[in-house]
């Protein structure tokens, strides 16, 4: 062997040596570096949530916003997803699935813990995403000693604000949503939003016109209520308590609502016998989650995710007043108002439960569906045709020009 030949594989050698120690190097930082988490909860809740995330283990880096739809798809677009992203649409997970961008959970956490319809993440090979909190709908908030007698209820006595800094619109679709739940049922809900039925179709339709004929009885409560950011004002207790409802009564809200209320007591009540065109019997309960959903195949990441979504992490998650858990392992908190959540989120009661109808539809869908109840009352606050038909045509266009996705859900009720 020459001289120069043993010059060349010498340092051939070295070459490769530094540079498996580089790659061992970055490999050892890339485990170092905090796991990134863009999730929905900001001020407060992103404090308790923050506390959570310590007593876990795993270093982290978590941004909150109520925006993290865009903020998420902005990120993904530019190639630096967080690792973890929690979002209430479980439609958009199943498209980020279908673009192969979501790491399976499967092994990760038990199973066996989530009950339907919360199991909506599993496809027939992998798990894409779990419930890390759980929200329950179909119910009405009231202050307490002031606890409503029943039947439908006139558009003065609603707190309504659908403003919102991410989605402006959506507390209209929960009206419409709860409508055809109590009016049609479970199945005719079900077959709306899997898609098996039309927008045009008699339980929408019918939902859809009972909520406007509520609007119509007060132009200028329909547009207070476009103008209204559902939250009220900070520091007044939300809607229920103070702002420009001083003379309403009743909010149509998600068990989330009650952070709004500061120290105020509230109550609550199904809102099937409330509901315009009622009063209905309760057939049904809207619930909602925050899902967790995997961006990166880190071990760090994994590990953080399977340790949230634990028992012993959710139980942590819910020591907190105002979240609450799918997780079945997880006890009901203390209190009056805290067992009736937990009541209807877990099925004790036996009513079925529903998943979010938006929250599960395709983004385009989701955003025409929440156009479209902001129209309705903004054309109630001008005293003009609402058109409702009209409205659901379009609303069917658009589903119809969505591509189906493999990792959609199959089941929205359980």
């Avoid at 070295?14 to 970055?26: E, F, K, M």
């Avoid at 209430?88 to 339907?116: H, I």
């Amino acid at each position: 062997m020459t001289g120069r030949f043993k010059l060349v594989a010498l340092l051939v050698v070295l070459a490769l040596v530094a540079g498996g120690g580089l790659v061992a190097l970055w490999s050892q930082r890339d485990d170092e570096r905090p796991v990134t988490i863009l999730g929905p909860w900001t001020d407060t809740q992103e404090t308790q949530f923050e506390e959570v995330l310590r007593g876990l283990g795993v270093p982290f880096d978590y941004q909150g916003t109520a925006a993290q739809r865009e903020v998420l798809l902005s990120q993904v677009q530019s190639g630096e997803p967080p690792d973890i992203a929690i979002m209430p649409g479980v439609g958009e997970l199943a498209e980020y699935a279908d673009q192969r961008r979501l790491e399976p959970l499967n092994g990760l956490y038990d199973e066996t813990q989530y009950g339907a319809p919360w199991s909506s993440g599993r496809t027939s090979e992998h798990v894409y995403w779990v419930p890390v909190k759980a929200d329950l709908k179909s119910i009405v908030w009231y202050r307490k000693g002031n606890e409503p007698t029943g039947g439908p209820a006139p558009l003065e006595s609603w707190c309504i604000g659908m403003g919102d800094d991410g989605a402006s619109g959506w507390p209209g679709s929960d009206w419409i949503e709860d409508l055809v739940l109590q009016g049609s049922g479970p199945k005719a809900y079900s077959d709306w939003v899997l898609g098996r039925d039309e927008w045009t179709d008699e339980p929408v339709l019918t939902a859809w016109k009972a909520w406007g004929e509520l609007l119509e009885e007060n132009p200028g409560a329909a547009e207070r209520a476009v103008l209204t950011d559902h939250r009220g004002d900070p520091d007044r207790n939300g809607l229920l308590f103070a702002g420009w409802q001083d003379g309403c009564t009743l909010e149509h809200q998600g068990s989330f609502a009650r952070a709004f209320y500061g120290e105020q007591e509230a109550g609550l009540t199904d809102s099937a016998a409330l509901l315009p065109g009622g009063p209905y019997e309760v057939r049904a309960h809207e619930v909602t989650g925050d899902f967790a959903a995997l961006f990166s195949d880190r071990p760090r990441a994994r590990e953080l995710i399977g340790k949230l979504a634990s028992r012993d992490g959710q139980r942590a998650w819910a020591t907190h007043a105002n979240v609450f858990s799918a997780n079945n392992a997880v006890p009901a908190k203390a209190g009056d108002v805290g067992r009736a959540i937990a009541k209807r989120l877990t099925g004790e009661e036996g009513k079925p439960r529903c998943l979010d109808a938006s929250d599960v539809m395709a983004p385009a869908v989701r955003d025409a569906f929440y156009e479209a109840t902001l129209l309705t009352a903004a054309r109630a606050a001008d005293g003009v045709d609402l058109d409702i038909p009209d409205l659901l045509r379009d609303l069917q266009r658009v589903q119809d020009a969505q591509s189906p996705t493999r990792a959609g859900l199959k089941r929205v009720c359980g």
